[in-house]
């Protein structure tokens, strides 16, 4: 009994500090009393988390590298855009489009690439992500290199405090089941998995298509906040950058991604006039981490509440 | 020997790269048996193993396995069809819990759907604590249960081994295929292994097919025994017509005895 | 007939600079299994310092190029002796993330020092003449592209099939524990290795330079993938595999953009590099090897 009433315990702890962080933003939003540049930062950190924790399904879990996460992002806001900037369509058609179209790009692109391993899968998924926006870039329809205007405000705090949720708790659910353990020994050994009777192409297709999906919600997101959309901007470099996020935060932890994601987007904003400086930073991280701590700051372990208590009673 | 044959195979050839490392290979393994293949080091035992559990493709031949053809199929069908392994070089899942490495092992049974996984029915849990009792039971029977949270590669070699015999067991096979299960061990840990394959074998009705190179130590456990050499089969019988024959004799000596 | 030849002829010079490029990719891939992605911009520090040669210096092009070679040779030798020797035993997927990392340290440290701002590579430096040669137009500096990345090439082939030095570098690509065992000193192989890619890596930037006429800190981006394909293309580490290789592609984008549409023109390169990592992974010159169990 004491296991289960601490499993309650937790949720409770968990969804009452969620609700007073969410209540807090929205007051000080509604209450006017938060200037627009922490605003734009609240909003991108909800994105970034999203795209991150996504991110690291794919590359920390499963233990695939992909390099073409934008390419997904993209995807999903140009859908949702459509959706909801042409066809005059609900933000939540648009999102659940989003997710759906870029979950089907995961699992287009992932079949043929998955066979691949290691640095070749990572090459691969570059020049997918690249491909898909070049062809954005040619599409008429979607105004080629100028992308969407205008696309209405949509995506207000609940929407992105809520999109940035709804991935965490299901990529958590989801790692911390049968399943997950099974995409998880694909990442330690994939022929051992495969003859444990794991179906291993079946899972890291999986873990694909959810991790693009969930870009695709990122996407989407994006587009109804900022409210235009261009090709250029799903580049590999926005690639590259959540993938800071993943390698900083640790190779196999949500925790850790939520906080790298934190961290980069609050460093990202603090040196918005000097862009150039960010990139060195961001460079820096890259082979600093990559040569002094290879598995990330978190590595693969979790940030608890058990973590907190242990620290609270000072016990070890 | 007059049983059903659980697996049979037929005419099994592999090469690669011109060098045939096995060829006209046949073997039949009756149900609840106890059979040895042996052969000097290189002779294509593993690549025996590795054919059967589809880590390769046969270049001809036939796998039967309860009446239906493996050749093709792959490698987690055929360990769903009920063929498990152990590894010559220890293929554990190293940065996961010894738990986690045997329940990865159960997947393949998982009680719940991922739907049920990511909105945590009450499915889910039942599910999640069957499969956590279940992996506990065979830790159980192996003396590992108290080392469940360590990690797979914080374990001595000999611990190992044994949690590779665990996993395989864990995917609940009907025969269960051991490669070389005791190197390393000291001779009291290589008994007591044979007196746990002695016992597994029993409990869970199983069917049981290991690779040794160490001959004296196959003798004891195994029922029949089939004697590779330079990837051809060139004796088989009971452990004492295979220690009287001459072939197997040279095999291991070397042409010039005698 | 006569434009197909002309696009050749135009492709020629293209793909001979790939090529070059290409070569570093396959020689540091072949001995430490690492794609280089800093490779492209080592490529435009090469032109940079070219650039600076010509227009502070005053040297003519042939200093200038051979200034750059220099100076990349041990900026690559660095590189790898900081960044890339520290992760020699981990993981291939951490050494991939630091190349990228090196990559984008390159490409902004440089916007950093001397602004984002496009360079004109001076064109007293190299005055353009054209000839024409039985109906085909072809510029003295596709000929001097082609021409001296072909020289470069010939001494690589001799450098690797005939010197003690390219023994040992096919010696560490081959087995790198024998290679110890023979006595080879394999970290001064590998440097030597980034020494050789980086130099052919500059002389490739100081054509592009020529090539395109001018010079930017992100000029290695897309040439750098596009020799990339090169390389996995011909088959990656093997060298005879990425001089093709990078022919190919020159051509290829050359018909591209001479008989499609151009701005597919960067497309190509990546459906190429699709369809080759599906088709044949290892390349045309590869050979298949599986995992060993």
Same mark, same amino acid.
């Given at each position: 009994?004491?296991?289960?009433?601490?499993?309650?315990?937790?949720?409770?702890?968990?969804?009452?500090?969620?609700?007073?962080?969410?209540?807090?933003?929205?007051?000080?939003?509604?209450?006017?009393?938060?200037?627009?540049?922490?605003?734009?930062?609240?909003?991108?950190m909800c994105i970034n988390v999203t795209l991150a924790v996504?991110?690291?399904?794919?590359?920390?879990?499963?233990?695939?590298?992909?390099?073409?996460?934008?390419?997904f992002m993209a995807v999903g806001a140009y859908i949702a855009a459509i959706m909801t900037n042409m066809l005059d369509l609900p933000f939540i058609t648009g999102i659940l489009a989003a997710m759906l179209?870029?979950?089907?790009?995961?699992?287009?692109?992932?079949?043929?690439?998955?066979?691949?391993?290691?640095?070749?899968?990572?090459?691969?998924?570059?020049?997918?992500?690249?491909?898909?926006?070049?062809t954005l870039q040619n599409i008429g329809y979607v105004n080629g290199p100028a992308g969407i205007m205008g696309i209405p405000k949509f995506a207000t705090w609940p929407w992105l405090f809520g999109g940035a949720i709804v991935t965490i708790v299901v990529i958590v659910n989801l790692i911390n089941s049968s399943y997950g353990r099974a995409i998880i020994s694909i990442?330690?050994?994939?022929?051992?998995?495969?003859?444990?009777?794991?179906?291993?192409?079946?899972?890291?297709?999986?873990?694909?298509?959810?991790?693009?999906?969930?870009?695709?919600?990122?996407?989407?997101?994006?587009?109804?906040?900022?409210?235009?959309?261009?090709?250029?901007?799903?580049?590999?470099?926005?690639?590259?950058?959540?993938?800071?996020?993943?390698?900083?935060?640790?190779?196999?932890?949500?925790?850790?991604?939520?906080?790298?994601?934190?961290?980069?987007?609050?460093?990202?904003?603090?040196?918005?006039?000097?862009?150039?400086?960010?990139?060195?930073?961001?460079?820096?991280?890259?082979?600093?981490?990559?040569?002094?701590?290879?598995?990330?700051?978190?590595?693969?372990k979790e940030l608890s509440l058990r973590t907190f208590g242990r620290i609270w009673g000072g016990r070890h | 020997m007059d049983d059903i044959n659980l697996m049979e195979i037929s005419k099994l050839e592999k090469s690669f790269g011109g060098l045939n490392a096995v060829q006209d290979f046949n073997f039949h393994i009756a149900e609840n048996e106890l059979v040895g293949l042996i052969g000097p080091n290189g002779a294509g035992k593993t690549t025996v193993f590795n054919l059967i559990t589809g880590v390769y493709k046969p270049d001809n031949g036939c796998i039967m396995f309860r009446d239906e053809n493996l050749v093709g199929m792959a490698p987690h069908t055929i360990c769903t069809k009920g063929i498990a392994r152990t590894f010559q070089n220890i293929r554990l899942f190293n940065d996961l819990s010894v738990l986690d490495n045997v329940k990865i092992a159960a997947?393949?049974?998982?009680?719940?759907?991922?739907?049920g996984a990511v909105f945590r029915t009450p499915g889910y %849990?039942?599910?999640?604590?069957?499969?956590?009792?279940?992996?506990?039971?065979?830790?159980?029977?192996?003396?590992?249960?108290?080392?469940?949270?360590?990690?797979?590669?914080?374990?001595?070699?000999?611990?190992?081994?044994?949690?590779?015999?665990?996993?395989?067991?864990?995917?609940?096979?009907?025969?269960?295929?051991?490669?070389?299960?005791?190197?390393?061990?000291?001779?009291?840990?290589?008994?007591?292994?044979?007196?746990?394959?002695?016992?597994?074998?029993?409990? %869970?009705?199983?069917?049981?097919?290991?690779?040794?190179?160490?001959?004296?130590?196959?003798?004891?456990?195994c029922e029949r025994l089939y004697v590779l050499d330079y990837g051809q089969i060139i004796a088989e019988g009971t452990p004492a017509e295979i220690r009287a024959d001459k072939r197997v004799i040279e095999a291991y000596l070397g042409e010039d005895v005698g | 007939m006569l434009e197909f030849t002309q696009q050749i002829v135009n492709g020629l010079s293209l793909g001979a600079i790939y090529a070059l490029i290409a070569l570093g990719y396959t020689m540091v891939y072949g001995i430490i299994k690492l794609i280089n992605f800093a490779h492209g911009d080592i490529m435009m520090v090469g032109a940079l310092v070219s650039y600076f040669s010509l227009t502070l210096l005053g040297t003519n092009i042939f200093v200038a190029m051979a200034a750059a070679m220099i100076a990349c040779a041990v900026f690559g030798v660095l590189i790898e002796k900081i960044?890339?020797?520290?992760?020699?035993?981990?993981?291939?997927?951490?050494?991939?993330?630091?190349?990228?990392?090196?990559?984008?340290?390159?490409?902004?440290?440089?916007?950093?020092?001397?602004?984002?701002?496009?360079?004109?590579?001076?064109?007293?430096?190299?005055?353009?003449?054209?000839y024409a040669l039985g109906g085909l137009s072809v510029l003295n500096k596709d000929v001097f592209v082609f021409v001296s990345a072909v020289v470069l090439m010939i001494i690589l082939q001799y450098i690797i099939k005939w010197t003690k030095t390219g023994k040992a570098m096919r010696a560490v690509s081959l087995d790198q524990e024998a290679a110890?065992?023979?006595?080879?000193?394999?970290?001064?192989?590998?440097?030597?290795?980034?020494?050789?890619?980086?130099?052919?890596?500059?002389?490739?930037?100081?054509?592009?330079?020529?090539?395109y006429n001018t010079v930017n800190p992100l000029m290695g981006i897309i040439p750098g993938l596009k020799a990339f394909v090169a390389a996995v293309l011909g088959g990656i580490g093997i060298i005879p595999g990425a001089m093709v290789g990078g022919f190919v592609m020159g051509l290829l984008e050359t018909m591209v953009s001479g008989y499609g549409n151009s701005l597919y023109r960067d497309a190509v390169a990546f459906g190429v590099l699709i369809f080759i990592l599906l088709i044949k992974p290892s390349g045309i010159f590869g050979e298949d090897t599986g995992e060993k169990v």
């Amino acid at each position: 009994m004491q296991k289960v009433n601490n499993k309650w315990l937790k949720l409770g702890i968990e969804v009452v500090v969620l609700a007073a962080l969410f209540t807090l933003v929205q007051y000080l939003i509604t209450a006017g009393l938060l200037k627009q540049y922490y605003q734009i930062s609240l909003a991108s950190m909800c994105i970034n988390v999203t795209l991150a924790v996504s991110l690291s399904l794919i590359n920390g879990f499963t233990g695939q590298l992909s390099l073409g996460h934008a390419g997904f992002m993209a995807v999903g806001a140009y859908i949702a855009a459509i959706m909801t900037n042409m066809l005059d369509l609900p933000f939540i058609t648009g999102i659940l489009a989003a997710m759906l179209g870029a979950g089907l790009a995961g699992f287009i692109i992932g079949v043929p690439t998955l066979r691949l391993k290691g640095d070749y899968l990572a090459i691969a998924t570059l020049a997918f992500g690249e491909i898909i926006r070049v062809t954005l870039q040619n599409i008429g329809y979607v105004n080629g290199p100028a992308g969407i205007m205008g696309i209405p405000k949509f995506a207000t705090w609940p929407w992105l405090f809520g999109g940035a949720i709804v991935t965490i708790v299901v990529i958590v659910n989801l790692i911390n089941s049968s399943y997950g353990r099974a995409i998880i020994s694909i990442r330690e050994d994939e022929t051992a998995s495969e003859l444990m009777g794991i179906n291993t192409t079946k899972y890291k297709v999986l873990a694909f298509v959810v991790g693009a999906g969930f870009a695709g919600l990122a996407g989407a997101l994006y587009a109804h906040y900022f409210y235009i959309i261009k090709p250029e901007t799903f580049n590999f470099l926005k690639s590259f950058d959540i993938l800071v996020m993943v390698v900083l935060g640790g190779l196999g932890s949500t925790t850790g991604a939520i906080i790298a994601a934190v961290f980069v987007t609050a460093l990202t904003a603090a040196l918005q006039s000097f862009p150039a400086i960010r990139m060195v930073l961001y460079a820096l991280i890259l082979i600093i981490v990559m040569i002094y701590r290879p598995q990330g700051l978190m590595g693969n372990k979790e940030l608890s509440l058990r973590t907190f208590g242990r620290i609270w009673g000072g016990r070890h | 020997m007059d049983d059903i044959n659980l697996m049979e195979i037929s005419k099994l050839e592999k090469s690669f790269g011109g060098l045939n490392a096995v060829q006209d290979f046949n073997f039949h393994i009756a149900e609840n048996e106890l059979v040895g293949l042996i052969g000097p080091n290189g002779a294509g035992k593993t690549t025996v193993f590795n054919l059967i559990t589809g880590v390769y493709k046969p270049d001809n031949g036939c796998i039967m396995f309860r009446d239906e053809n493996l050749v093709g199929m792959a490698p987690h069908t055929i360990c769903t069809k009920g063929i498990a392994r152990t590894f010559q070089n220890i293929r554990l899942f190293n940065d996961l819990s010894v738990l986690d490495n045997v329940k990865i092992a159960a997947h393949k049974n998982v009680p719940y759907s991922l739907m049920g996984a990511v909105f945590r029915t009450p499915g889910y %849990f039942r599910g999640e604590s069957e499969i956590e009792a279940e992996a506990l039971h065979y830790l159980e029977i192996f003396n590992l249960r108290n080392k469940k949270d360590e990690l797979a590669r914080n374990l001595p070699y000999g611990e190992q081994r044994r949690i590779e015999i665990v996993r395989a067991l864990a995917t609940r096979p009907l025969l269960l295929i051991l490669d070389e299960p005791a190197a390393g061990m000291n001779p009291q840990e290589t008994q007591a292994l044979m007196e746990l394959i002695r016992y597994i074998r029993k409990e %869970f009705n199983l069917t049981i097919l290991l690779i040794e190179h160490d001959m004296s130590l196959v003798m004891g456990v195994c029922e029949r025994l089939y004697v590779l050499d330079y990837g051809q089969i060139i004796a088989e019988g009971t452990p004492a017509e295979i220690r009287a024959d001459k072939r197997v004799i040279e095999a291991y000596l070397g042409e010039d005895v005698g | 007939m006569l434009e197909f030849t002309q696009q050749i002829v135009n492709g020629l010079s293209l793909g001979a600079i790939y090529a070059l490029i290409a070569l570093g990719y396959t020689m540091v891939y072949g001995i430490i299994k690492l794609i280089n992605f800093a490779h492209g911009d080592i490529m435009m520090v090469g032109a940079l310092v070219s650039y600076f040669s010509l227009t502070l210096l005053g040297t003519n092009i042939f200093v200038a190029m051979a200034a750059a070679m220099i100076a990349c040779a041990v900026f690559g030798v660095l590189i790898e002796k900081i960044a890339y020797r520290p992760l020699r035993n981990s993981t291939r997927i951490a050494a991939l993330i630091t190349a990228i990392g090196v990559s984008l340290f390159l490409e902004y440290f440089t916007i950093f020092i001397f602004g984002p701002a496009q360079k004109v590579f001076p064109a007293s430096a190299f005055p353009i003449k054209a000839y024409a040669l039985g109906g085909l137009s072809v510029l003295n500096k596709d000929v001097f592209v082609f021409v001296s990345a072909v020289v470069l090439m010939i001494i690589l082939q001799y450098i690797i099939k005939w010197t003690k030095t390219g023994k040992a570098m096919r010696a560490v690509s081959l087995d790198q524990e024998a290679a110890v065992l023979m006595g080879i000193s394999v970290d001064k192989t590998i440097s030597i290795t980034f020494a050789i890619g980086s130099a052919l890596a500059a002389a490739a930037g100081v054509m592009l330079g020529i090539y395109y006429n001018t010079v930017n800190p992100l000029m290695g981006i897309i040439p750098g993938l596009k020799a990339f394909v090169a390389a996995v293309l011909g088959g990656i580490g093997i060298i005879p595999g990425a001089m093709v290789g990078g022919f190919v592609m020159g051509l290829l984008e050359t018909m591209v953009s001479g008989y499609g549409n151009s701005l597919y023109r960067d497309a190509v390169a990546f459906g190429v590099l699709i369809f080759i990592l599906l088709i044949k992974p290892s390349g045309i010159f590869g050979e298949d090897t599986g995992e060993k169990v």
